[in-house]
C-alpha cells in the first residue's frame, strides 16, 4: 500500500498544480466554452433543444454534483471494506501489507 | 538505476509539458443540449444504439452467468460515477471531468462498460442538465463506447506482455480518457466545419486546444485507477486478480 500514497501524492500535485501555474483564471467548465467556440464557427447556429430539467442556479448544481460524488464514492467505499473484510476473515489476521 | 532515469525522464516530460502550455481556451466535456445539428444527432444516435443492444446484452449474459462479479461490476459504475462528477482544474485555466471508463474495461472487457457509461451520461444529461439528450449519442459513442474500446485494446498491451500490468492499466485509463475528447472533437468538427479550412481545421481547433486541458486529467485518472487495482489486489478482491497475484 506504500506505492498508493506516493500515487496519491503525484495526483494531488497534478491536481493542485494549475491552481498555481493557471492563477488568476477562473477554471470555467470547458463545455461552456465549447459554446462559444460553436458560435464563433457558426454564428447563425441556434440550439433546438432545451435541457428537460435544468438546476436551477449554481448551488443546486453543486448539490447535485456532489450527490454523485458522494452515492458512487460510498459504493466504492462499501465493495473495498467488504472484500477487506472477506480477505481478513479469510486470512484470519489483519491483510494490511 | 532504471528507477531512477524514468523519474528523470517524466519529470522532464511534465516540465516541458507546463511550459508548454499557457493559459487559453480549451473545449472540451460533453457536447451540450441541442448543440448538435438535428442530423448530426440522429446519426450518431444511430452509430451508438447497436453498440448499446449489444452491450446491454453482453451484460445480462454476464450477470446470468457470474453473479459472482456483480460487487466489481458496482464498483466499477461507482468510479465511473465520481470521476465524471468531479471536474478538475487543468493548466490551461479552465476545468474538464475525467471519465473512469478505463477501470472497469480493463476489468471486464469494453462491452460492459458501454452500458454503465451511458447510464452516467444519462443521469448527468437529466439531473445536471450536463450533455444532453438530443447529443446522447454523440456523447455516448465518444465515452461509452470509443472510451471503453480504446482502454481494452491498449489493455491487450499487457496480455501480450509487452509492458508490466499497471503500466498497462494506467495506459488503458488514460489513452481511453483522452481518446472520448478527441472523439468529442471530431464529432464538433464535422458538425460545424470553419469556414475557411473546413473539418479539418474545425478539428484542429476543437482538438489542438481541448486535448491539453485533459492531459493531466487523463494522467490523474490513470494514477487513480491503478490505485484503486492496488486496493482490490491487495485484498485478491475476486478471482479477477488471482492470476495477478505475485506480479
Not at chain 2, 528523470?8 to 457536447?31: C, G, K, P, R
Amino acid at each position: 500500500m506504500k506505492k498508493n500514497r506516493w500515487l496519491f501524492a503525484f495526483a494531488l500535485v497534478l491536481i493542485l498544480l494549475p491552481l498555481w501555474w493557471a492563477r488568476g483564471s477562473e477554471f470555467g467548465g470547458t463545455d461552456d466554452q465549447a459554446e462559444r467556440a460553436i458560435q464563433t464557427l457558426a454564428p447563425h447556429y441556434r440550439p433546438w433543444f432545451e435541457s428537460i430539467f435544468t438546476p436551477p442556479g449554481g448551488e443546486v448544481e453543486t448539490l447535485l454534483f456532489s450527490l454523485q460524488a458522494a452515492l458512487g464514492a460510498g459504493v466504492i467505499g462499501y465493495v473495498i471494506g467488504l472484500y477487506k473484510g472477506r480477505s481478513e476473515r479469510k486470512n484470519g489476521h489483519d491483510s494490511r501489507v | 538505476m532504471m528507477r531512477t532515469s524514468r523519474w528523470v525522464v517524466i519529470a522532464a516530460l511534465l516540465t516541458s509539458y507546463f511550459f508548454l502550455t499557457n493559459e487559453q481556451d480549451a473545449y472540451a466535456m460533453h457536447i451540450m443540449e441541442g448543440f448538435l445539428p438535428a442530423k448530426w444527432a440522429l446519426f450518431w444516435w444511430g452509430l451508438f444504439l447497436p453498440f448499446f443492444l449489444v452491450g446491454l446484452r453482453r451484460l445480462v449474459r454476464t450477470l446470468k452467468e457470474h453473479p459472482e462479479q456483480k460487487l466489481l461490476m458496482a464498483l466499477a459504475g461507482a468510479f465511473t460515477f465520481v470521476l465524471s462528477a468531479l471536474k478538475i482544474p487543468s493548466v490551461t485555466g479552465s476545468s474538464s471531468h475525467p471519465t473512469g471508463i478505463g477501470f472497469g474495461a480493463a476489468l471486464f472487457g469494453p462491452w460492459v462498460m458501454v452500458v454503465i457509461g451511458t447510464l452516467v451520461l444519462l443521469f448527468q444529461a437529466l439531473l445536471l442538465a450536463h450533455g444532453g439528450l438530443t447529443t446522447l449519442g454523440a456523447n455516448a459513442l465518444s465515452m461509452a463506447v470509443v472510451g471503453p474500446l480504446v482502454a481494452f485494446s491498449v489493455y491487450q498491451l499487457h496480455r501480450r506482455g509487452l509492458v508490466s500490468h499497471r503500466v498497462a492499466l494506467f495506459l488503458a485509463a488514460c489513452l481511453s480518457d483522452l481518446a472520448t475528447y478527441v472523439t468529442t472533437s471530431v464529432q464538433l468538427a464535422v458538425a460545424f466545419p470553419a469556414p475557411d479550412g473546413g473539418v479539418l481545421a474545425s478539428f484542429l481547433k476543437f482538438a489542438g486546444i481541448f486535448a491539453i486541458t485533459q492531459v493531466p486529467l487523463a494522467v490523474t485518472e490513470g494514477i487513480l485507477t491503478v490505485m484503486v487495482w492496488n486496493w482490490l489486489a491487495s485484498y485478491q478482491a475476486s478471482p479477477l486478480f488471482e492470476r495477478e497475484k505475485g506480479a
